[in-house]
């Protein structure tokens, strides 16, 4: 008895040290593999940049309407279909004709109510025209986009106009793709929809959380 | 030979109490030997520790924050320096801004605007060295069936190829800054605290890591390193200020601070600057001309939970149609506005 223990007690110690150095049993880290997250998700630029679109830069147009139609003046205003500038899909409620925004004469401006012009610069008075409270909620900050600096005595702040997220001929701000999902532990995985969808908490570190991805 | 008594040493030595056979001597020499090599592999892993993962003597030493004088605080402002360089080759701009006087910050999100992009998310993750794996994120954006406000039901890992869904909402969560907040009542080492301006923050060279306040916290903001926060280099954010963004060490919490290192030199948080909706406002409250003032005087306003008393400082606000048509735009700021720098 007393030398199967001395012979015992040395061994499990033996049989200890080696499991412990060769680590037969590898760790399973319930962290996932990292999704990377694409650049545009974290830049800042507006989603419209309408005085820069590329391929007319690059066609050398300055967005001066009026090189070309002081030579050719645009017809009234018909039902006709149009022959030039056929990719605007004019989809802005009942607002359906031209002229209650362009200028008739002046295409380098915007019209008012009273027929007078509202510079080109200037499209959230021409907006104003019809949406009062969402103007009213962008002149005091509540609605649209403002940039930089909070305390405007410390730095310049910018304050975006409705065409920088619009686009006045389709107003709807348009949908995007979303960034990645979470990834995050305590986060859990997507449930199947067969479970009603709701977290079940004791199977967020099961195994076969890091095989499922949620991309 | 009347004295030839056999002296000791032969056959058969009987054991006696001045010494161990050697027998016995072999088989517990083995066994002391084995047990220190088990010893000794047991605690193998220590050989990839590196003096990066033990705090220094000045690190373990050093007081909490609020204790701290300034000569202190520039001594910690420049071991975060040289730490920084160490791991990840940045020179970081490591700060301290202090709160500002008058100043209490409050957010604002449009639920009405917010389409769930989750740009906030990401460049909220870039902008305050968050660990990439395994992932830290501060906002959780919950998609809700609109009509209702089911927390329960509410999914933050949707994937749709474009969003908004037409038939749902979406909802960003983040720290609330609460003015009556849970977790800071919990912390049993007095490691997170609510600033003057509103913010509440964590030293998280104090920090022991008992997660109390996650579990205190009814919005799930706070967020526990359980490993080394992994950053690439080349996305290190060298604006690091103590309170927010510097790298955080294994084993303590981080939460959103609003950007402090931002804010609390006038500019606006991460967050709103990505937000392409806009659904995003934030400044001083008790500045009478801010848009945060405006929202919460004229817009309608809620809080999250509003019934568990954390009085939180991240108001939910909604754009109403059609309650205010009859009111006429000012006339007299028509073309004032925008003349420069817009």
């Known amino acids: 008895m007393n030398a199967l223990i001395k012979f015992a007690v040395p061994l499990a110690f033996l049989v200890c040290a080696v499991v412990l150095v060769l680590d037969p049993v590898p760790f399973v880290s319930p962290v996932a593999a990292r999704v990377p997250t694409p650049a545009w998700a974290t830049d800042p630029t507006p989603v419209r940049q309408p005085k820069l679109k590329p391929e007319y830069v690059a066609a050398g147009f300055t967005y001066q309407c009026m090189d070309c139609h002081r030579i050719i003046p645009s017809p009234a205003e018909t039902f006709r279909r149009l022959t030039q500038h056929t990719e605007i899909q004019l989809n802005h409620g009942i607002n359906t004709r031209c002229f209650n925004c362009h200028h008739p004469t002046n295409r380098n401006a915007f019209v008012d109510d009273f027929g007078d012009e509202i510079p080109w610069d200037q499209p959230q008075l021409l907006c104003a025209k019809c949406h009062g409270p969402v103007y009213r909620d962008w002149q005091a900050g509540s609605h649209g986009r403002i940039n930089g600096y ?48 709701r977290r079940d908490p004791l199977r967020l570190f099961a195994p076969d959380n890091h095989s499922a991805s949620p991309h | 030979m009347a004295d030839s008594a056999p002296v000791s040493g032969n056959a058969s030595p009987p054991p006696s109490e001045a010494g161990v056979s050697r027998r016995q001597f072999l088989g517990q020499g083995a066994a002391v030997a084995a047990g220190l090599s088990a010893l000794a592999a047991a605690m193998s892993p220590l050989r990839h520790l590196s003096d990066d993962d033990l705090p220094s003597v000045e690190e373990f030493l050093q007081k909490h924050y609020k204790e701290m004088t300034p000569a202190d605080k520039e001594r910690a402002l420049e071991r975060i320096r040289e730490q920084v360089k160490k791991r990840y080759g940045v020179d970081a701009k490591v700060s301290d801004p202090p709160p500002l006087d008058g100043v209490e910050f409050v957010y604002g999100l449009n639920i009405s605007r917010c389409i769930g992009c989750r740009k906030c998310v990401h460049a909220c993750v870039a902008e305050n060295n968050q660990s990439r794996s395994p992932e830290i994120q501060y906002i959780r954006v919950l998609e809700m069936e609109k009509g209702s406000i089911d927390l329960e039901t509410a999914n933050h890992h949707y994937d749709p190829e474009q969003v908004p869904r037409p038939d749902k909402w979406y909802m960003p969560v983040q720290c609330h800054q609460c003015a009556n907040p849970p977790c800071v009542k919990v912390c049993p080492v007095e490691a997170t605290w609510q600033e003057p301006d509103g913010i509440t923050v964590i030293d998280y060279d104090w920090c022991i890591g008992c997660r109390y306040c996650e579990a205190a916290c009814p919005y799930f903001a706070r967020r526990f390193n359980f490993t080394r926060p992994e950053i690439p280099k080349d996305e290190i954010n060298p604006n690091m200020s103590y309170l927010s963004n510097r790298p955080r060490q294994k084993g303590v919490m981080e939460k959103c601070t609003f950007c402090l290192h931002r804010t609390r030199v006038g500019q606006l948080p991460a967050c709103l600057e990505v937000c392409p909706t806009g659904s995003r406002k934030f400044g001083n409250v008790l500045d009478p001309n801010s848009e945060v003032h405006y929202i919460l005087k004229n817009k309608r306003v809620f809080v999250l939970k509003a019934d568990v008393g954390t009085l939180p400082r991240f108001f939910y606000y909604f754009d109403e149609r059609g309650s205010r048509y009859h009111e006429p735009i000012t006339p007299d700021t028509k073309g004032k506005e925008l003349k420069e720098g817009a």
């Open chain 1, 150 to 197: 909070w305390d405007t005595t410390k730095g310049p702040q910018t304050k975006r106009r409705c065409i920088e997220c619009h686009d006045p001929h389709r107003p709807p701000f348009a949908q995007l793709p979303p960034a990645p999902g979470p990834n995050t532990l305590r986060m859990g995985r997507p449930v199947p929809v067969e479970h009603g969808g």
